[in-house]
């Protein structure tokens, strides 16, 4: 009702999602307000195994989802951009995933990638979901790790899409620190990083 209290307004504006109830129905509705609407879909990782130690649901469930919105898109919207961006939390536990993310990202057919990092939240919490110790001050990386993975991705990922192909080259954006990330942006004067 929000989407299309908005759209019919002809107001732009995105959300973020785990992706996992974007049925046939719900893709088709999205896609038919795409001028309107872009949608970023959380990730976290690019294999089943550290998807689910994260978030203990079916990662394929997830991509093929992605993938029918993908395909919806692109018969109903053949010449459209796609309002897709994928989002990836980088942490101690999914950093050896940042490549194998990028090149999903790409053969789904996002438009672009979000690589951001945990918020300090000035306290540690700790979890024991899905058969991973999650605890969040050790999953947190040092900023320096942050910019390095950021050098490594800017110097060695070579994108496969064709200049001159269907799809444009997928862009990758970077958000490590409260002062650079989108986050600050939505701050009130006197306030340096908002509510979550």
């Known amino acids: 009702?929000?989407?299309?209290?908005?759209?019919?307004?002809?107001?732009?504006?995105?959300?973020?999602?785990?992706?996992?109830?974007?049925?046939?129905?719900?893709a088709r509705f999205r896609v038919e307000r795409g001028a309107h609407l872009d949608m970023c879909v959380s990730f976290n990782a690019a294999t089943?195994?550290?998807?689910?130690?994260?978030?203990?649901?079916?990662?394929?469930?997830?991509?093929?989802?992605v993938e029918r919105f993908v395909s919806i898109h692109e018969e109903l919207r053949p010449r459209w951009s796609l309002p897709l961006v994928m989002s990836f939390i980088v942490?101690?536990?999914?950093?050896?995933?940042?490549?194998?993310?990028?090149?999903?990202?790409?053969?789904?057919?996002?438009?672009?990638?979000?690589?951001?990092?945990?918020?300090?939240?000035?306290?540690?919490?700790?979890?024991?979901n899905f058969g991973h110790a999650f605890v969040y001050e050790q999953e947190r990386l040092p900023l320096a790790r942050y910019q390095t993975i950021e050098a490594e991705v800017r110097g060695a990922f070579r994108g496969s899409r064709p200049l001159a192909g269907g799809r444009p080259p997928l862009e990758i954006y970077f958000a490590w620190n409260a002062r650079d990330a989108f986050i600050a942006e939505q701050a009130e004067p006197g306030v340096d990083v908002p509510c979550l």
């Open 1 to 26: 009702e929000v989407v299309e209290r908005l759209t019919r307004r002809g107001v732009t504006f995105g959300f973020t999602t785990n992706g996992l109830l974007l049925t046939v129905q719900r």
């Open 48 to 65: 089943p195994e550290t998807y689910t130690h994260h978030h203990g649901r079916d990662f394929g469930m997830l991509v093929a989802n």
């Open 91 to 128: 942490m101690g536990s999914n950093q050896h995933e940042v490549f194998g993310f990028l090149e999903l990202a790409e053969r789904l057919g996002a438009r672009a990638t979000l690589l951001r990092h945990l918020f300090d939240v000035g306290a540690d919490y700790s979890a024991n």
